[in-house]
């Protein structure tokens, strides 16, 4: 797998992943939301440094301008909730994108500390021969971006395959090296070093989803 850290090296994204950590901040849902865009905006650009480019004619008001422009079919898929801001900021830059959605979600049984990736929901277009983004802001064991993955596979078989997400745990990232196709490419901004005992990152921010939407109702 290619792992792309964005935080190897400054920018603005830096400003953009402090936020979304700080608690103060995070009291607003909207600029959570809206920075959680923003982080899906600058991977959105750094991965299509990796597509396919063909030259292009385009006709001026004062004559032909000769470009590139890339050629991938891209199909984005989000897990629901919380992947739907970091969905709209890939969109942003790819809007002519198919688009597919998949809830998955932890079930946990009588001990708190263990769980199973449920998938209910799936709704996505042939992905054969097409370029795939699956993104997921949290990439805590890495078991959510599998077990989405599998589902996936009844529909066609991609070119190319990216996974993006916003923070991450070092083990969820090594968790999918181990799974995933070796030319899968993982775009992440921030890798931190631990998981807690129900399977969080540590330091993280918290619960993406209910700071993005507002909590939950657990059943």
């Not at 792992?3 to 009291?27: A, C, G, P, V």
């Not at 939301?33 to 959105?44: D, K, M, P, S």
């Not at 708190?112 to 699956?134: G, H, Q």
Request: hydrophobic content about 35%.
């Amino acid at each position: 797998m290619h792992i792309h850290h964005l935080l190897n090296e400054n920018s603005l994204l830096n400003r953009f992943i402090s936020e979304i950590r700080d608690t103060t901040i995070q009291k607003d849902s909207m600029r959570f939301r809206r920075n959680i865009e923003r982080i899906g905006e600058v991977l959105g650009y750094e991965i299509s440094k990796t597509f396919n480019y063909i030259s292009k004619d385009t006709t001026t008001p004062l004559g032909i301008s000769k470009t590139t422009d890339f050629n991938n079919d891209i199909v984005l898929c989000s897990i629901l909730r919380a992947g739907l801001p970091l969905h709209n900021g890939l969109l942003n830059y790819f809007d002519t994108a198919e688009n597919a959605f998949i809830s998955a979600y932890r079930r946990h049984k009588d001990n708190p500390e263990s769980f199973e990736i449920v998938v209910e929901y799936l709704a996505c277009p042939d992905l054969t021969n097409k370029t795939l983004i699956l993104a997921d802001p949290m990439l805590a064991t890495g078991q959510s971006m599998l077990a989405t993955f599998e589902a996936l596979q009844t529909y066609g078989t991609p070119n190319d395959i990216h996974l993006v997400s916003v923070i991450g745990a070092q083990e969820g990232v090594d968790y999918v090296r181990s799974k995933f196709p070796k030319n899968t490419h993982l775009w992440i901004a921030a890798i931190d070093k631990t998981l807690n005992n129900k399977g969080y990152i540590i330091p993280g921010l918290g619960d993406a989803g209910d700071l993005s939407f507002g909590e939950k109702l657990q059943k």
